[in-house]
């Protein structure tokens, strides 16, 4: 059953320079007690359809979409009042570095309380209540006394904790969570996935994770989407993009990763060049000016998205039934 069904989203910011296409027109679904990840380098607008989502973009930001259907409701529709009421409540954010996401003059109590009492209405001892319940959810020790302590008392681990427990407070049926681990050193990483999975199967919820890591995405999610340029180039299972990625964007990422598991020792390759200007996209295929397989097609119209199966999709035109066979050089 459907949670999130989104069609054709597209965001753009307005800046001095002209309008960023930040997010140039995708469509996706997540099913209630699904995990997702969306995957992508910085700049292919993966965090930015999500804050679209949550309706915290700036004000030059403009959304745009066929509908943005949430547990039955058109985001699209609502006001700001009701937008708000979801914020936090239906939907809640783990975003990426808690050092800057919390408030350093507040104690963590008084932060994770805050979201309770303005979605739940809880009178404040009821609200201490559950703080604590939360903090014993996400297994921060002694929670009584801890709740009373400021951010900087914190590990960079416990930290991303407390976002954990502002973010569920409210039992949210989707979690976003934003590179919830890229500040984190890899065990205590680890230990937050471990809790992620936990808490979602104990609250029933549903994630979208956001990252640039494969290796978040194969312990955690079910299905992938690899975002370039502000569109969805590749999207299926992980089993499907890990081991039948069809887009040289997927073979980049796949093959830029470290390979430890069978000792075999191979080069890292990193894709050149850098993404594309999102103020004049290219008119063809975003991927064109980086790929060695790019065609003179490739540069002057975008390639149809190919259904391999009813998961797997990818828009290439190497995909074309009259393009060149190319060797594909990729493992996990
Ligand atoms: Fe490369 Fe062309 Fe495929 Fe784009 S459409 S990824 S440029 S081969």
Redesign the pocket.
Same mark, same amino acid.
Do not use: R
């Given at each position: 059953m459907r949670l999130l069904q989104v069609n054709n989203l597209k965001t753009t910011f307005h800046i001095e320079a002209g309008q960023v296409q930040a997010v140039r027109g995708i469509s996706f679904y997540l099913n209630k007690g699904e995990s997702i990840g969306i995957v992508g380098e910085s700049g292919s607008g993966k965090s930015v359809s999500m804050l679209s989502i949550m309706g915290l973009l700036p004000d030059n930001a403009r959304i745009e979409a066929d509908s943005l259907i949430f547990n039955g409701s058109d985001l699209m529709n609502l006001d700001y009042k009701r937008i708000r009421k979801l914020q936090g409540n239906d939907i809640g954010m783990i975003f990426q570095d808690p050092m800057t996401s919390l408030n350093p003059l507040f104690t963590i109590g008084q932060q994770i309380m805050e979201p309770i009492r303005i979605h739940q209405k809880l009178s404040k001892a009821d609200a201490m209540k559950k703080v604590i319940e939360i903090l014993k959810l996400v297994e921060i020790p002694s929670p009584e006394s801890r709740l009373n302590q400021y951010p900087h008392e914190f590990s960079g681990g416990m930290r991303q904790r407390v976002m954990i427990a502002i973010a569920i407070s409210c039992n949210p049926r989707l979690l976003i969570a934003d590179e919830p681990t890229t500040a984190l050193d890899v065990t205590i990483q680890a230990q937050i996935l471990d809790l992620m999975n936990a808490l979602k199967n104990k609250l029933d919820t549903s994630i979208i994770m956001v990252t640039h890591d494969l290796g978040v995405v194969a312990k955690m999610c079910s299905r992938v989407m690899v975002m370039y340029g502000g569109t969805i180039v590749e999207e299926g299972s992980v089993r499907e993009v890990f081991y039948n990625p069809q887009?040289?964007?997927t073979w980049g990422l796949i093959r830029s990763l470290p390979k430890v598991s069978t000792g075999e020792k191979r080069k890292l390759i990193p894709i050149q060049g850098t993404p594309p200007d999102l103020i004049a996209p290219p008119k063809g %295929?975003p991927?064109?000016a980086r %790929?060695e397989?790019?065609?003179k097609i %490739?540069e002057l119209r975008p390639?149809q998205q190919v259904h391999l199966t009813e998961t797997h999709r990818a828009s %290439?035109?190497?995909m074309h039934p009259k393009a060149p066979k190319v060797q594909r050089e990729v493992t996990v």
């Open positions: 887009h040289p964007y %295929c991927f064109t %790929c397989h790019a065609m %490739c390639p %290439c035109w190497l």
